[in-house]
């Protein structure tokens, strides 16, 4: 379970890393590489299982308060230009989800480990 921690602390990474030809890169830099740091230190075992309730919650609620008004896809298809705000809010809103769905995972499997 720490390989899969380790595992999923580096794609966070490669999210963050990703971030910094956006508009709005030190919000969206900042959350990937701080659930980076928090899958490492659960992997180190010097984390509370209770504080990935954390962002579950703030990434659930972010998503909501960004969810595009009209779906227009993820536009991946498009070499992955930004052709609308819908778009980019689709996508923003993809990453918050898989965020707060690993946070959730996390909070339940904190335990197990080999």
């Known amino acids: 379970m720490n390989l ?3 595992s ?3 794609m966070f990474v490669l999210f963050g890393a990703v971030q910094f030809n956006d508009p709005d890169p030190e919000y969206w830099a900042s959350w990937y590489f701080a659930l980076a740091l ?9 984390l509370s299982r ?17 969810w595009p008004d009209a779906w227009e896809g993820l536009g991946l298809g498009d070499g992955m230009q930004m052709k609308t705000d819908n778009v980019e809010r689709a996508r923003e809103s993809g990453g918050l989800l898989l965020s707060a769905l690993f946070a959730l995972f996390f909070f339940r499997y ?4 080999k």
């Open 8 to 10: 999923i602390a580096l």
């Open 110 to 113: 904190r335990g197990v480990r």
């Open 50 to 66: 209770y504080v990935w309730l954390m962002p579950a919650l703030i990434g659930l609620i972010w998503l909501i308060s960004i």
């Open 4 to 6: 899969f921690r380790y």
């Open 38 to 46: 928090l899958c490492v230190l659960d992997a180190r075992g010097k």
